[in-house]
């Protein structure tokens, strides 16, 4: 069996704590495609409630086995992120931070640098996790962000409840880089140039 740390090992768990006391569940069904240093990494899929989710994991330290059967688990939304599993300071800068990585992770120009997201995604909430030779680059480049430039409304954070502590936390979802105001500028002057010159042909 290989970790998916992602820490998924690919093996069913017969879970003897129903989902019950939970309000939502997810079914972790099928690993990452890609592995980077031993581990799985990029996005797994699932069904949250029932619907097909993509997962990114922000959880080194936990295993899931997948497929998983339905965890109960508690849903949390930006920004109040009330059930997330990690809440040391600054707790809702690290969680925009990995949402930012979990879009780069899944847009086309950066498939071959999956691993090296997932590992600076990790590394956000434990630092001990293994530096790679990219990781570093990536959170180099979060410093370099304005957190304030995205919208999170479309992410979730999907913790894992009572008598299933021991699996991952998951992102779902991915925020959107908000547009730069300058280009609306640009635009506005653009189109009140052309209503000019339309009435000055009128």
């Not at 998983?68 to 969680?95: C, D, E, H, K």
């Not at 908000?178 to 609306?184: D, N, Q, S, V």
Request: aromatic share 12%.
């Amino acid at each position: 069996m290989r970790k998916f740390k992602f820490a998924f090992l690919t093996a069913a768990v017969a879970l003897a704590i129903g989902p019950a006391a939970f309000a939502s569940t997810l079914a972790v069904e099928t690993l990452p495609t890609q592995t980077y240093l031993g581990y799985y990494v990029g996005p797994a899929g699932g069904l949250l409630d029932g619907q097909p989710v993509q997962l990114v994991c922000d959880d080194f330290k936990h295993i899931t086995y997948v497929p998983s059967g339905n965890l109960g688990v508690a849903i949390s939304i930006f920004p109040t992120l009330t059930s997330v599993r990690f809440t040391a300071a600054p707790m809702l800068q690290n969680y925009e931070q990995a949402a930012m990585l979990a879009y780069e992770m899944q847009q086309p120009g950066n498939s071959g640098q999956i691993g090296d997201i997932q590992f600076a995604i990790w590394n956000i909430f434990n630092p001990a996790t293994p530096d790679t030779a990219g990781s570093d680059t990536w959170l180099a480049w979060l410093a370099s962000q304005d957190r304030s430039a995205w919208n999170y409304s479309e992410m979730k954070v999907v913790t894992p409840g009572s008598g299933f502590s021991s699996n991952q936390e998951f992102l779902v979802g991915t925020p959107t880089p908000t547009p730069e105001p300058l280009p609306f500028v640009l635009v506005g002057c653009a189109l009140a140039g052309i209503g000019r010159i339309r009435r000055r042909r009128l």
